[in-house]
């Protein structure tokens, strides 16, 4: 069989079939959809999955990593360095505490650099937000000393980091916290929905109050703090728990993914993976590579020839959102201050890598870059 040339290859789809189906159907059979005993049984399977001692669901990776803040207590005025290479929402809930987010370059790992983070301390600085990308793991025994030489907290992006080791241990579990997200293209999903992870009996307190008006059992109308609704409910946590079952299945199927695009495309390709010699673990997020010189003339080969792809991350330094919001001059700002960041979003390349992909697309995509190469 090959694949029919006249349907759009997806950038990415979920995972998902009459497990999950299933999942849902029980919380209708129940009769019991806000969260309640499904949403339980998620928290404590994914306890005994990514090793957290303990854990609140929140409705998004972006509040979760909110509610991460707000119990570190990040307030107005305060600064938390923050790389300038990953999705918005990292530096999105740092503005929503109030606080500000200093945008710090990457290394070639994509991952936060630290000498150029230690450049950044200023008396405001309170904590610093590594991001684990594209299923790779932070350097998190350099990003914990960091903090501590600094009086730093530590509050972990590991929204694409479900499964991913740092030196054996899970990514998010290292920081005071950990944040995990649940979006659609995440490596499990309950279409919205993340978790806050910590080690520490106050901070888990604290996040239980945030997350549901101020109160730690519900059916109580006394409210000893002042919280929200961050809540999910047991139609997401069930989908959680059937994908969770599958996240065995998820890993090898990305890990071949991955293979199977090395084997395929050229050998002037290389794939992004951790080093060799790196302690990171390497769950696929996507499947990248670099393009010398750029990546746009392939991008817009790849959209005609009916592939859906993905750019890398857009520099946060240039959104423009957080110019306006800083009255930033760009001109003034100097070429070499996130010099890695942007050559990263000049060349990178997200290809279509979700776990349903056939092979035969993923052929048919190989083929097509091959053939660009040698144009
Ligand atoms: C997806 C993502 C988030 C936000 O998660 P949502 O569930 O979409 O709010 C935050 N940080 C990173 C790095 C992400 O990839």
Request: aromatic residues 10%.
């Amino acid at each position: 069989m090959t694949h029919d040339i006249s349907k759009v290859i997806p950038q990415f789809q979920p995972y998902l079939d009459h497990l999950e189906l299933q999942a849902v159907k029980e919380c209708f059979d129940a009769n019991w959809i806000t969260e309640g005993p499904k949403s339980k049984e998620f928290v404590t399977k994914l306890s005994s999955v990514l090793n957290f001692k303990y854990g609140v669901l929140a409705s998004n990776g972006t509040v979760a990593l909110y509610m991460g803040l707000i119990a570190m207590g990040i307030k107005p005025g305060d600064e938390v360095i923050v790389p300038d290479f990953t999705f918005i929402a990292s530096a999105n809930a740092i503005t929503m505490c109030g606080a500000k987010p200093i945008f710090c370059d990457i290394d070639e790992t994509l991952h936060i650099d630290l000498k150029k983070a230690k450049k950044l301390i200023t008396r405001k600085t309170r904590a610093i937000m590594p991001v684990h990308i594209y299923g790779m793991a932070c350097d998190m025994e350099s990003v914990m000393q960091f903090a501590e030489s600094n009086g730093l907290k530590v509050i972990e992006d590991a929204a694409q980091a479900v499964g991913v080791n740092w030196n054996g241990k899970q990514a998010g579990t290292f920081g005071d916290i950990g944040t995990f997200s649940f979006f659609a293209d995440k490596t499990i999903t309950t279409g919205e929905g993340g978790l806050v992870v910590t080690n520490n009996a106050e901070t888990y307190e604290k996040l239980q109050y945030l997350r549901n008006q101020g109160r730690i059992n519900r059916g109580s109308f006394v409210h000893p703090e002042i919280g929200y609704n961050f809540r999910m409910t047991d139609l997401q946590s069930a989908i959680g728990l059937a994908q969770l079952e599958k996240l065995a299945e998820i890993i090898e199927k990305k890990k071949n993914i991955l293979n199977h695009y090395a084997k395929s495309l050229s050998s002037e390709i290389n794939l992004i993976k951790p080093d060799e010699n790196s302690k990171s673990g390497h769950i696929p997020f996507r499947v990248c590579f670099r393009v010398k010189g750029g990546s746009q003339p392939l991008l817009k080969f790849l959209a005609e020839s009916n592939i859906e792809t993905r750019t890398f991350f857009y520099p946060l330094h240039s959104q423009p959102s957080y110019i306006k919001k800083y009255n930033r001059i760009t001109s003034r700002v100097p070429k070499t201050k996130f010099s890695v960041s942007d050559k990263m979003f000049d060349e990178g390349v997200c290809l279509p890598s979700w776990v349903g992909i056939s092979e035969e697309e993923i052929e048919y995509i190989c083929e097509k870059i091959n053939e660009f190469l040698l144009r």
